[in-house]
Nanobody, 121 residues
Framework: QAQLVESGGGLVQSGGSLRLSCAAS????????MGWYRQVTGKQRELVAT???????NYADSVKGRFTISRDNAKNTVHLQMNSLKPEDTAVYYC???????????????WGQGTQVTVSS
């Protein structure tokens, strides 16, 4: 089993920056892809950015050039550096990790509890 815990959310003015972090803990073999998703009340959760274990990244068009995802495999952490924030980036941000509990099992998606990001205009 794995637990993912996010940190770093908060209130920031438009144009500002925030850095989100997510740490995985528990008993597992490895974490494959990790990512950040966000959700606004009443809307579907949407992908923000993902990163593979070897560092390949993918971003939503709306955040390209402003957000940067990174990870530290040794520490089982993933980060999201968010620059030039806009009011439309306001959402609850969730960390996701595809976790293999043993070398022989398929991966399973785990989610953090979410952290609120609010960007004021």
């Amino acid at each position: 089993q794995a637990q993912l815990v996010e940190s770093g959310g908060g209130l920031v003015q438009s144009g500002g920056s925030l850095r989100l972090s997510c740490a995985a803990s528990g008993s597992f073999f490895s974490i494959l892809a990790m990512g950040w998703y966000r959700q606004v009340t009443g809307k579907q959760r949407e992908l923000v950015a993902t990163i593979s274990r070897d560092g390949s990244t993918n971003y939503a068009d709306s955040v390209k050039g402003r957000f940067t995802i990174s990870r530290d495999n040794a520490k089982n952490t993933v980060h999201l550096q968010m620059n030039s924030l806009k009011p439309e980036d306001t959402a609850v941000y969730y960390c996701n990790g595809n976790v293999k509990t043993t070398p022989w099992t398929t991966s399973k998606a785990y989610w953090g509890q979410g952290t609120q990001v609010t960007v004021s205009s």
